[in-house]
């Protein structure tokens, strides 16, 4: 665990998106290349997850598990049911059973092009707790309501909509990433000070529902995140890891992420 910069017991966490991108081959390819940069120190110093699709975990986990890597497994995605007639989904028990340990709820590319709300990211969260794994909500603004002045008010209801009923434990366990929508894939970072006021204010609206288990929470940013800007934004008090996506595609760059400090 590490105690810096006001982090207190909640240790840092680098989750790299995948989106849709990489076969099962590439995948184990990846998943290979970044454990060869990273060493023993780094894993004690940052919990690092990749999630890539869902026809890649298998694989992903087989060569996590033979290797002994201390890689962890993420999902991008799952249904809210735990099984029935949903043509085409994938439930939370099935993704806990190939060892995946966090699964994203509500990432604004689902929440834009898929047509998710609040109420649906809530049971999807839920079902991923009930599951025995740990959601990584997203939230975010897009530009338009970051200039009407909106950000935090869109923020507080996507936070309030898709925790709702949620209890503490899960709360102090969980994993929210801030993500400004006008800062995914465009090259175009929120500057630290920005990053860092919303993870701030993320953490009081938190703390204003669910007191001190907004401590344990973990805060990420996500959104154009780099090499060059990862410290940066790691300073703040209130960032605890980053949601990586293009970069994660690149085990160097990924890596070079993970080792923000150096
Ligand atoms: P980029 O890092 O490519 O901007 O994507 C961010 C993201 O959406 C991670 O979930």
Known sequence: MTGRRGHGVRKDLIAGNWKMNSTH???IQMVQKLSYRLDVADH???EVVVCPPFTALRSAQTVIEADGLQI?????????DAAGAHTGEVSAPMLAKLSVRYVIAGH????QLFAETDAIVNR???????????????VGETLEQREAGDAEAVVAAQLGGSLAGVDAPAISGLVVAYEPIWAIGTGRTASADDAGSMASFVRSTIGSR??????G????YGGSVNPGNIAGLMAKDDIDGALVGGASLDPDQFASIVRYWL
């Open 25 to 27: 081959l590439e995948a």
């Open 44 to 46: 004690d110093r940052v």
């Open 72 to 80: 962890r497994l993420g999902a991008q995605n799952c249904h809210p």
């Open 108 to 111: 604004s590319e689902r929440r």
């Open 124 to 138: 999807k969260a839920k079902a991923i707790i009930g599951a025995g794994m740990t959601p990584i909500v997203c």
């Open 210 to 215: 669910w007191g001190e288990a907004a401590d």
């Open 217 to 220: 929470t973990r805060i990420l």
